[in-house]
């Protein structure tokens, strides 16, 4: 594969190893940040492929150079790998580009190559009410246009007044649903993220990982996204909480009850929650050290029926 357009990339990468042991280097376990940015996507996606899923050898490659170059472009503070969306026709390859606060809105891009890259719109919540009304797989072209079938009266009335087609492009479907997986199972491990007196959000630089212990709890692992649950909690709850690093929902208490996967993997060292949610979502950490991601490869269609399944 050729080398990525510089004027295009962007999100979370990691650079990967084939001859990668079980357990990582010392100087591996240097490496420190979340997610899969360029410099460590090769192994990232090695502690993550126990679902059987990866990219080609080419692939990694192309990204490792890719990615370095949207970040120089578009001057992000980091770019991360976020996964990749299979359609019919072709797969979606999605990066997300983030600036010194963890916690503003990312950039994300697509690519249907790992060379070329085009940046989506920014997300907004008529969007996403869009594309939940859309079911089934994607196409694997941008420029393909969906019909909303069923459609309410206030809705209808503001497609005339506003003089717009009852269509939704898949671009549009795309950057959607990005962003309703980063909501709902976009995650990150306690204390990989402080939050400032101001505000702002950074990445913990004395974070060194999780005990083998807490790493197998789901209260360790937190939301990466604007907490829901923390809000209502009572004063008496809160008071055994770091405002530092507590300022997220974890995922004791998600919806429905059992709808992640937690696993032992690379004999024992390796801790992998998968998502049975949005299947595909798989997510890493290795305890003691600063290894950590998720990844996403799917079909992007969310796992209505798993009430019915657990």
Known sequence: MDVLDPSLQRKHVLTFDPSLPSRPTVAWQRRRGAAMDAASLPAALELAAGGGVGLSPEKRAVLGSSLLLLQRDYRFDRVWFWGCIQGVRGAYYIAEGLGPDRAAPRSRLYSLNCVEWSLLPPVTEEMIAQAEQLTGRFQGDPSFAYELAEINAEDAEKLIE?????????????????????????????????????????????????????????????????????????LLEKADLDPSTDFLDSLEHDIPQGSWSVQLEKGGTVVVLRSLLWLGLTFYHVPMTKQYGYIYFGNGEKNLDLPFML
């Open 162 to 234: 506003g003089d717009k087609e009852n269509l939704i492009k898949e671009e549009v479907r795309l950057v959607a649903t990005i962003e309703q997986i980063d909501r709902a199972v976009g995650i990150i491990p306690r204390g990989a993220f402080v939050k400032t007196p101001l505000g702002s959000v950074h990445e913990n630089r004395n974070f060194e990982g999780l005990s083998f212990m807490e790493a197998k709890k789901l209260s360790s692992y937190f939301h990466f996204t604007e907490p829901v649950n923390l809000k209502n909690k009572t």
